[in-house]
């Protein structure tokens, strides 16, 4: 586990690059990201934040720059699936009982049918579903998929979570509890987390940093500190320092924004 | 029941049908006969008059059914008539079994390379502006000369293809909307498993493809009945129901209603590929939440 888990260095990436439509999704990424540690993506629409966790994840390809993931080459960390992925839709399939779709990604690792039943059971223990695993997904609210998609991306056991926005369907009484028992998941699984989000308040009570991005090229900014330590309750969303680290990131956002203002326009 | 509603509604539709066709004829069509005048628009006939030859009592369609198919023979209208139904249902069937995998098939290629989507989507299309008429003497003329895997083409050959070129179309057109409808998110969920492209077909397509299907197989159920037994027609193969009615006509003038037995085993056909259709689709979907794509 000394290898980080993720180490960007000037990493761009330019869609469509010579043709009139080119954009520049991002330039000049440096980024590491230590095992164990839960870093957030933050910024505006278009600046990158979605993008970068792609790279991460090689579903997209880098244009410039090095990036490492677990110490591999992307396409090699995917291959050897060193990451589970979770999206804002659950996207279970609705033809699949809840313990089937978590079995999924075993399943195509060719596990045996008793060893994805035992941990397919072992997952729904840890987002506390024990009983749901013959339900179809539709049978479940909202917040129940997601915590099945979690389940679903962490059932290889895989070291790193890609997360994007994936709470940001939720009602707000649901996002706060998902995120409080988020914590405790990758508290008691030891998972390295990226996880990008359009919320401050979520980026400040889940991160141990919150990386701050802006559009036009997309880029990051500033990176902050979080530091309210390891253990936090629904207590700590009430703190000073809770507080004082949302007015940092949002001072941070706004400086961006200014910045990022020239030659695009702000809505 | 509530199941059983429309059921319920299907019988009564035919009832009422067989009573409308029982008033017409018996009054209306012969009250016009008498009366020229009326029922002409601008001297144009709107309203047809009616005869026992045009149309037979329903009970005389019954009746023909006990009798002998042809004088002094053993076997009844209605075993005839059952006899050639049957055969006609397994020709049909081959012929959906045959388009389905056929327009499966072009589904997962076009899929798969949108090169071949493009290239062949036109001809698709094309193909079914063809008249069945025209594609059905040219099949016969294979007989005898094609022999494939040492299987010797026959009549019935024809008219299981000709079925099956009917059928493929919406079948091919439903599954490749199918295999096209999962969301992004949920391919790039597969991407990041690294599954192959069979994997993500198997896994994901396939299934998210099955609401599609139903409404395609539909078609393509009735579509392979339609183009069975109209080539069994033009092709000649006299043990189906669709020549049934055409060598029953001959006897128009003598025994009317007999033509209308081989017309109600042709309804029976039909209805019989469509239960068996909504049954797979109630068998495919018992795990899918009620409310899909109609």
């Known amino acids: 586990m000394s290898e980080l888990a993720v180490q960007a260095t000037g990493v761009g990436k330019v869609f469509n690059a010579g043709r009139p439509n080119q954009v520049d999704a991002l330039t000049d990424v440096d980024l590491t990201v230590a095992p164990g540690e839960f870093v957030s993506l933050i910024g505006p629409s278009g600046c990158g934040k979605s993008t970068l966790l792609r790279l991460i994840a090689d579903l997209l390809d880098t244009t410039t720059g090095e990036l490492r993931v677990n110490g591999k080459a992307p396409r090699q960390a995917r291959l050897d699936q060193d990451y589970g992925m979770a999206f804002q839709q659950a996207g279970l399939f609705e033809w699949r009982s809840v313990s089937k779709n978590i079995e999924l990604p075993l399943e195509l690792k060719g596990w045996d049918k008793a060893k994805r039943r035992a941990r397919a059971q072992e997952m729904l223990e840890l987002v506390k579903l024990p009983d749901r695993g013959d339900a179809m997904p539709w049978q479940l609210s909202g917040g129940q998929q997601q915590r099945i998609a979690i389940a679903r991306a962490l059932a290889a056991h895989p070291p790193l979570l890609l997360m994007d926005e994936p709470f940001g369907a939720l009602d707000e009484m649901t996002r706060e509890h998902m995120q409080a028992e988020l914590l405790r998941i990758c508290g008691e699984t030891g998972t390295t987390v990226v996880f990008v989000t359009h919320s401050i308040p979520e980026a400040v009570y889940l991160s141990d940093r919150v990386v701050v991005m802006s559009p036009g090229p997309g880029r990051i900014t500033h990176i902050v500190d979080v530091g309210l330590g390891r253990h936090r309750d629904d207590d700590t969303r009430e703190t000073d320092g809770f507080y004082d680290k949302i007015t940092e990131v949002r001072e941070a956002l706004r400086g961006s924004r200014v910045a990022g203002a020239r030659g695009i326009e702000d809505r | ?294």
Do not use: C, H
């Not at chain 2, 990041?192 to 998210?208: E, G």
């Open chain 2, 1 to 294: 029941m509530r199941r059983l509603r429309p059921l319920w509604f299907g019988i009564a539709a035919f009832a009422l049908l067989v009573v409308m066709w029982e008033v017409y004829r018996r009054w209306i069509g012969e009250w016009l006969d008498t009366r020229r005048e009326v029922g002409s628009v601008l001297g144009f006939k709107l309203l047809p008059r009616s005869s026992e030859l045009a149309m037979p009592a329903v009970g005389d369609m019954l009746d023909e059914f006990g009798k002998p198919e042809v004088r002094g023979s053993g076997t009844s209208v209605f075993e005839a008539v059952l006899a050639a139904t049957f055969r006609s249902f397994t020709l049909a069937l081959a012929a959906l079994a045959l388009g389905s995998l056929v327009g499966i098939g072009v589904a997962v290629l076009m899929a798969r390379f949108k090169v071949v989507q493009r290239g062949l989507m036109p001809y698709l299309v094309i193909s079914q502006t063809i008249p069945l008429i025209a594609l059905a003497p040219l099949t016969v003329t294979w007989g005898g000369e094609i022999t494939i895997f040492g299987f010797e083409w026959e009549k019935w050959t024809s008219a299981v293809v000709l079925g099956a070129f009917l059928s493929f179309f919406p079948i091919a057109v439903g599954a490749l909307r199918g295999f096209n409808s999962p969301a992004a998110s949920s391919i790039e969920l597969m991407d990041s498993y690294a599954a192959s492209w069979f994997q993500t077909w198997r896994k994901l397509r396939l299934p998210a493809a099955l609401p599609y299907l139903t409404p395609a197989m539909r078609l393509a159920g009735s579509a392979a009945v339609f183009g069975v037994v109209v080539s069994e027609i033009s092709v000649g193969l006299t043990d189906g129901v669709g020549y049934l009615i055409l060598s029953y006509l001959q006897e128009g003038t003598s025994r009317p209603a007999k033509v209308f037995t081989a017309v109600m085993g042709t309804v029976v056909l039909g209805l019989l590929m469509a239960a068996l259709v909504a049954a797979g689709d109630r068998y495919f979907s018992r795990n899918r939440p009620k409310e899909g794509i109609a």
